[in-house]
């Protein structure tokens, strides 16, 4: 267990950290609009990682919470409202933005919630009109 991988990951001011480990399930970009409005950018790109694979090394006590949803759990630092991750405990998934993962290579293998885009990217990726099937989605694709 040793040699695998670590990743930093923190705060926009560096108050929390904390480290993934292992591999994310799932790397990808999101264009709902619950991602857009919760991350303030035209596109979301994010990884899913199991919840056993990210721990919180520092700033603990400066991590809020808000849930819109029950199964959406989104946290960031109350210092500088930085976004750290959000749980979704019924998949049993942690979404960490890649951006606040500087080091880890982000290589998306689709894009989901595609038919609310407002930032077409053609980058040759495949383009989910929702969800995966596996994610209760339709799994239908959509042209770029
Ligand atoms: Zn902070
Ligand atoms: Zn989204």
Redesign the pocket.
């Given at each position: 267990m040793n040699n695998q991988q670590q990743y930093q990951g923190g705060c926009f001011c560096g108050e929390v950290q904390f480290k993934v480990t292992s591999e994310p399930v799932l790397m990808a970009y999101?264009h709902?609009e619950?991602?857009r409005h919760w991350s303030a950018g035209p596109v979301?790109a994010f990884t899913l990682w199991k919840p056993d694979t990210v721990e919180v090394t520092k700033g603990k006590d400066n991590i809020v919470s808000y849930n819109k949803s029950v199964d959406s759990t989104r946290k960031w630092c109350k210092s500088c409202g930085g976004h750290l991750f959000t749980e979704h405990p019924s998949m049993a998934l942690t979404d960490i933005p890649a951006a606040v993962i500087p080091s880890f290579p982000f290589e998306p293998s689709l894009h989901v919630?595609y038919q609310e885009t407002v930032l077409p990217i053609k980058d040759g990726l495949p383009k989910m009109k929702d969800l995966p099937k596996e994610a209760g989605g339709s799994g239908d694709l959509l042209a770029e």
């Open positions: 999101c709902c619950s991602c979301s919630n």
